[in-house]
């Protein structure tokens, strides 16, 4: 089956300072990438879909001036938490999906821990 | 707004029962529905997936039923066993590798 691959696994930050996270799609093109974010015992939260090329679509209560979305390839997304907070410290994870497929495949998520 | 209800939210079994979970949507424009499988701090897993022009679907021991005029689908997971212990999250989306819209997930443990 199509591969994604987040990096980093796991990061540390202090309050204030900026994360990114990098979302791959190793051996298909990924006309779309989601973003989602998972809190503990809780389900999967989509907080955007970036299309390649184009602006992202971020769902209703997520602040886009803070978590930036960029889908400059067809192979990458990426996600930058601005001036995180301890809020912020969730599981975060991407997906990856293309024209004709229903499936989305799935990174192997990040977790954030901001200090 | 698109919305799925998931129950029951816990659900624990005797190794070889039968577990069944059940979700309901709200986006009448929903035609995929795929059934995840999510262990402590991994990715979700797809164990499996019924599109809109099917009603029953089954894979060993993991069957998902769709009832599309009462937006309700639902997992059976036969004779279970020990490994089947974890999250479950269903999920809608209007397919064509579009959003996902995930139910609230349910913690099945499976007692030896």
């Known amino acids: 089956g199509a591969v994604v691959s987040q990096h980093p696994s796991w990061v540390i930050c202090k309050s204030g300072t900026s994360v990114k996270i990098e979302c791959r799609s190793l051996?298909?093109?990924?006309?779309?990438m989601f973003w989602y974010r998972q809190f503990p015992k809780q389900s999967l939260m989509l907080m955007a879909t970036?299309?390649?090329?184009?602006?992202?679509?971020?769902e209703q209560g997520v602040e886009k001036d803070k978590f930036l979305i960029n889908h400059a390839s067809l192979t990458l997304s990426t996600l930058t938490v601005t001036s995180a907070h301890p809020e912020d410290s969730s599981f975060y994870i991407c997906?990856?999906?293309?024209?004709?497929?229903?499936?989305?495949?799935f990174g192997p998520g990040t977790r954030l821990t901001v200090t | 707004g698109e919305n799925v209800e998931q129950h029951p939210s816990t659900l624990s079994v005797q190794e070889g029962d039968s577990a069944v979970i059940k979700c309901t949507y709200s986006d009448s424009a929903s035609n995929y529905f795929p059934w995840y499988k999510q262990e402590l701090g991994k990715r979700p897993q797809l164990i499996i997936d019924?599109?809109?022009?099917?009603g029953e679907k089954k894979d060993q021991r993991i069957a998902v039923t769709l009832n599309k005029t009462a937006k309700h689908f639902s997992l059976h997971i036969t004779e279970t066993q020990p490994e089947d212990s974890a999250v479950y999250f269903c999920a809608a989306s209007r397919g064509g590798g579009g959003k996902l819209i995930f139910g609230q997930g349910t913690e099945l443990s499976v007692k030896p």
């Open positions: 019924i599109r809109s022009n099917v």
């Open positions: 970036s299309n390649e090329g184009s602006k992202a679509t971020y």
């Open positions: 997906s990856a999906s293309s024209l004709g497929f229903n499936e989305q495949y």
């Open positions: 051996d298909f093109q990924a006309t779309t």
